[in-house]
């Protein structure tokens, strides 16, 4: 363990979320309730603001989520007019893609048009969606990239037996996957401005800090 290194918790675990989203889309199918709203309402208010304020719906953005969950935060944004054809979540778990997929049929127009699908960030990108450019190497460019708690959880896994952390590839794949003056918006609970400032934005991966 680095002295930068968060202690690893189950929280860093796909066994983990598999079971957090088996029991939440079981309770889904049951009684409705869609699940967990992490860091609550208004932290999604919080990053619809900013992107209304900064890349408005009328500028038809390719946007994508890493670590969409039950899709809370892209329902808020197909809601908030940004179309939803244009808008993707991706996430390692089945089940939080059959969640979010399942709550998207169930809500007005609009919100199933939003693309769900499995992707284990730290070793594939999200499939471009129709009608988006991507990079030579056929990886689908974002105008805006989006993480609520996903590094977060990324953080909490244990180093490989090389000594590795899997979180450090994260960074620059998220930088590969912006178009150029695209946006990385990211919520955290367990870094600081600073600390998130100096992993994202460096040498390595090009971004600016704004
Ligand atoms: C704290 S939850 C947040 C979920 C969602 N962003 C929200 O705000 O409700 C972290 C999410 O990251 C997902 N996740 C963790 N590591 C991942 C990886 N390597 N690739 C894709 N998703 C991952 C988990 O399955 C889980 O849905």
């Given at each position: 363990m680095s002295s930068s290194d968060l202690p690893s918790s189950k929280l860093g675990t796909k066994e983990h979320w598999d079971h957090v989203y088996s029991a939440e889309l079981s309770n889904f199918k049951e009684i409705g309730d869609e699940g967990e709203i992490w860091f609550g309402e208004d932290s999604v208010e919080k990053m619809i603001d900013w992107a209304v304020e900064n890349i408005p719906s009328d500028t038809n953005p390719w946007i994508v989520e890493i670590g969409?969950?039950?899709?809370t935060l892209l329902f808020a944004l197909q809601e908030a007019g940004y179309p939803p054809r244009r808008i993707c979540g991706v996430d390692y778990s089945q089940d939080a893609v059959k969640l979010s997929r399942a709550i998207g049929e169930s809500r007005?127009?609009?919100?199933?048009?939003i693309t769900f699908g499995v992707c284990d960030f730290l070793t594939d990108y999200p499939a471009p969606l129709d009608g988006q450019s991507s990079s030579s190497d056929r990886v689908g460019l974002w105008d805006l990239v989006l993480d609520k708690g996903t590094f977060d959880a990324m953080a909490l896994s244990e180093r490989d037996?090389?000594?590795?952390?899997?979180?450090?590839?994260y960074p620059p794949r998220i930088a590969q996957i912006l178009r150029p003056g695209g946006y990385f918006l990211i919520t955290s609970c367990n870094f600081t401005e600073d600390e998130l400032r100096t992993k994202f934005s460096n040498a390595e991966t090009g971004l600016e800090y704004q």
């Open positions: 969409s969950g039950n899709g007005e127009e609009g919100a199933s048009d037996e090389n000594g590795n952390a899997p979180w450090e590839a």
